[in-house]
């Protein structure tokens, strides 16, 4: 029943991407869409991270070296706004963020997130305002802890902060399941269901399939 690891915890550097609307067409720019063989990683906040010309913005926070393996990454308001494309947490995940901390992230891009195995979190806004304080003051020299078992954020003793997940979005993500794999958890009830409705209305088993003219 498990299709991919199960994700139960995320440890280590938390990058600050502090911008509200930052919408999926510059998570993922539309020209690493053209490619099946794109480097999605590269194409990851591609023109906020280089420049036209392709120069780096070494002051950029994900280019800055303490923060270029970061697997959490907190940002502002209405993160993954703009189109649903799924590849923008294709992107993300092949850069190696497990975990999106924000304010209201983005509908779709939430969903696209449990659906490749990345943690999303939206906070409210005073704890996102102590948690953001938090990263831009330790600016890479402390590690962030998101336990997805006790729904919390840990910085360090006294520091911790807690969020809120759907039981189900965490339970696929603690035992690695994707759609198929929730619903097979329930396999013995849907069997059950076939049976009692083959018995019921067996009418419905013999309806003819029409081809279409």
Not at 52 to 64: A, K, N, S, T, Y
Not at 99 to 115: T, Y
Request: aromatic letters at 8%.
């Amino acid at each position: 029943m498990t299709t991919r690891e199960p994700l139960l915890r995320v440890e280590g550097v938390a990058a600050p991407l502090l911008l509200d609307d930052v919408d999926t067409d510059q998570i993922i720019p539309s020209s690493y869409l053209k490619d099946m063989h794109a480097d999605m990683a590269q194409g990851f906040l591609a023109y906020m991270r280089r420049g036209p010309d392709g120069q780096v913005h070494q002051d950029f926070v994900l280019e800055r070296p303490v923060f270029r393996a970061a697997p959490i990454l907190i940002v502002g308001r209405n993160f993954g706004c703009g189109s649903s494309r799924e590849h923008a947490v294709w992107a993300l995940r092949a850069f190696g963020i497990r975990c999106v901390i924000g304010v209201a992230l983005a509908e779709f891009f939430h969903e696209n997130c449990l659906n490749n195995a990345v943690l999303p979190i939206s906070l409210d806004e005073a704890t996102w305002g102590e948690l953001s304080q938090w990263a831009r003051e330790v600016d890479g020299q402390q590690a962030l802890r998101v336990d997805l078992a006790e729904r919390q954020i840990v910085a360090g003793p006294g520091q911790h902060w807690p969020f809120e997940i759907a039981d189900h979005a965490r339970t696929r993500l603690m035992e690695g399941l994707d759609d198929v794999g929730l619903t097979l958890k329930h396999r013995e009830a849907i069997e059950a269901w076939e049976l009692r409705t083959a018995q019921e209305m067996p009418f419905l088993q013999a309806c003819p399939v029409i081809a279409a003219p």
